[in-house]
């Protein structure tokens, strides 16, 4: 596709549940990162993926927080257990030789935690 | 470790007055140093970025951005803000090409007054 696209766009779970978040990079692009956008922290990395690989996991807040990647492209995130503090925005980004130093962002997630 | 700082939480400039947001940052090594624009509502949107060569680069919508290795900054500045340009803008670090996770700052909310 033309960018970065996500889904869902928007998701509202309860306090407890597993969630999934979906990211869909530029095609051709090899790397991929996840980060977080919630007020009380900023935006902040979470995971970085080369290929299907994750050589840094460093942001990822705790065990609950799981991502993978298959194929070398799509890529998801899960949440288990839920809590209110995951409300945020998740925003997918990805890398490419060809991308001219630049991460390019999809529109984001919003997961609201009830 | 890396860092990002931008001063200047909240600004409030006048519909066609000069505008200056102040970033500054924390790298072990070479520097790549992005402005990116985020709407209400929207994603982010790279204004410029800067990773070698001339010192003063130009971005779209009318942004400039000064590389100053010697105070570690990369002010943004606009010659004449327009209504459209009101925003949270962030300032972001990383490496290696830009394949490097992002570190943010906290970002500066611009407001425009007629």
């Known amino acids: 596709g033309a960018g970065v696209s996500q889904s869902p766009s928007n998701k509202v779970t309860e306090k407890g549940k597993d969630v999934e978040l979906r990211c869909d990079p530029i095609s051709g692009h090899t790397a991929l990162y996840w980060y977080r956008q919630s007020l009380g922290q900023g935006l902040e990395f979470l995971i970085y993926f080369q290929g299907n690989s994750a050589p840094d996991k460093s942001g990822l807040p705790s065990d609950r927080f799981s991502a993978e990647r298959t194929g070398g492209s799509v890529s998801t995130l899960t949440i288990q257990r839920t809590q209110q503090e995951d409300s945020a925005v998740y925003l997918c980004?990805?890398?490419?030789?060809?991308?001219?130093?630049?991460?390019?962002f999809g529109p984001g997630t919003r997961l609201t935690v009830l | 470790a890396q860092s990002v700082t931008q001063p200047d939480i909240h600004i409030t400039v006048s519909e066609g007055a000069s505008l200056e947001l102040r970033c500054n940052y924390s790298y072990g090594a070479t520097p790549y140093l992005f402005w990116y624009v985020q709407s209400p509502g929207q994603g982010l949107q790279l204004l410029l970025k800067y990773f070698s060569g001339d010192t003063l680069v130009q971005g779209i919508k009318g942004f400039e951005a000064e590389f100053k290795r010697s105070q570690s900054s990369f002010n943004l500045r606009k010659p004449s803000v327009h209504w459209s340009d009101a925003a949270e803008y962030f300032c972001?670090?990383?490496?290696?090409?830009?394949?490097?996770?992002?570190?943010f700052g906290t970002g500066t909310r611009l407001t425009i007054i007629p």
């Open positions: 972001a670090v990383g490496g290696n090409f830009g394949n490097e996770k992002l570190t």
């Open positions: 980004a990805s890398w490419g030789p060809s991308s001219y130093n630049e991460q390019f």
